[in-house]
Each structure stands twice: as structure tokens, then as C-alpha cells.
T-cell receptor, first 116, second 109 residues
């Protein structure tokens, strides 16, 4: 079956431009997560959705970052006025239940963002 | 203090060796634990869940020690294809599963 998909797979942008990253979770998965992974580093949690609500936005690094989810499905992560330090792989994951339950997260292939 | 801590390694072992990784977690409310594998420039993928009684999947064995708040992963008869970063995850103490930064394994001929 279809897994988690993300688009674009690669994005090169100029400093100061806005970018929008998309995640399509596995159909029926209630929970959706965004992470950032800089080169050679671990996963940095950004935001979590339960349905269309985001009970935890604590990981968003600044007000330039925002995310939404609609139809309990697709999610978009928007970065405004990109900076070079935003360069990283942005990973999306979904899970069936979320909310602290012991369910497996399935990751998308990520979007590699390069800010020049 | 990070909630989930792992030795970053790298662990450099020859083919056929047995290697073990530990991971400690600080949130005593954590209820579920997992090991993920991440290959270079790829997304993490579930390797195995960690049950209270321990579990084994072929050459891989995972153990949980709640008293000492650590989980372990043992890999027997290492293969070149086992080279990857192994991520430890603790879940259940909050909404968010907490990932460790990973342990790098390099298996050489």
C-alpha cells in the first residue's frame, strides 16, 4: 500500500524566500508529525497533529515556521523568509493513533531544503 | 538533559561480530519503546518494538530494563548491510515519541 509521501523531494531557494513543504500521510492515520534533521544530526521535533489540531507546536523554532493540516490528511509546513540555517531535511511521519499511544511512526522520504 | 540518550559511536566492528547498543530514557512515564534504523540520506524505518519481556527477530534482540530505564539492542553475526544509524525511541510519557540522536554502526569486511 501507499506509504507517506512528501513533496518536493528537493528544494533549493534563495535566502528570504518563502517555501511550502507538503506531506501526504498514510490514509486513515490520525497522527502526523514534522521533524527537521540537519546534516549529521538527530531528529528535531517540530510539530504534531492529532486530526487537524496541533496540540503541540513546541518544536517550531520561530514564528517564521507554521503548519496546517486539513481533512485529517495532507499537511503543509511553511517557512517564511528562509534563512541559511533552515537548510536541512524535513521529515514527515504518520501513525495510526498518536496521542502517546504505542503505535509505530511511518516516515516519508523527506524534503531536502537548501537555502542559498 | 536529553530525554533519550544514546552513545553516538561510531561502533566499528568486523563482519560476524556481535555488537550491543544501550539507550537510556529519563521519563519514567514512558510506556513503549522502539528501535528504528536510518540509512545514510534515508528516512528512519522501524526495526523492532521493545516489549517488557524482551523480543527477538532473527539476529536482533531487544531488551527493556524499566528499573534502570534503559533499552538495549543486540545484533549477532553482523552483516555489512547492518551498517546504519540506530535510533532509540521512547513513547507514552507525552504526545510525542522522543527520539535519541542515534548510534552509528559500521560493519567492515
Amino acid at each position: 500500500g501507499a506509504g507517506v509521501s512528501q513533496s518536493p523531494s528537493n528544494k533549493v531557494t534563495e535566502k528570504g524566500k518563502d517555501v511550502e513543504l507538503r506531506c501526504d500521510p498514510i490514509s486513515g492515520h490520525t497522527a502526523l508529525y514534522w521533524y527537521r534533521q540537519r546534516l549529521g544530526q538527530g531528529l528535531e521535533f517540530l510539530i504534531y497533529f492529532q486530526g487537524n489540531s496541533a496540540p503541540d507546536k513546541s518544536g517550531l523554532p520561530s514564528d517564521r515556521f507554521s503548519a496546517e493540516r486539513t481533512g485529517e490528511s495532507v499537511s503543509t509546513l511553511t517557512i517564511q523568509r528562509t534563512q541559511q540555517e533552515d537548510s536541512a531535511v524535513y521529515l514527515c511521519a504518520s501513525s495510526l493513533v498518536g496521542g502517546g499511544a504505542a503505535d509505530t511512526q511511518y516516515f516519508g522520504p523527506g524534503t531536502r531544503l537548501t537555502v542559498l | 538533559r536529553k530525554e533519550v540518550e544514546q552513545d553516538p559511536g561510531p561502533f566499528n566492528v568486523p563482519e560476524g561480530a556481535t555488537v550491543a547498543f544501550n539507550c537510556t530514557y529519563s521519563n519514567s512515564a514512558s510506556q513503549s519503546f522502539f528501535w528504528y534504523r536510518q540509512d545514510c540520506r534515508k528516512e528512519p524505518k522501524l526495526l523492532m518494538s521493545v516489549y517488557s519481556s524482551g523480543n527477538e527477530d532473527g539476529r536482533f534482540t531487544a531488551q527493556l530494563n524499566r528499573a534502570s530505564q534503559y533499552i538495549s539492542l543486540l545484533i549477532r553475526d553482523s552483516k555489512l548491510s547492518d551498517s546504519a544509524t540506530y535510533l532509540c525511541v521512547a513513547s507514552g510519557g507525552s504526545y510525542i515519541p522522543t527520539f535519541g540522536r542515534g548510534t552509528s554502526l559500521i560493519v567492515h569486511p
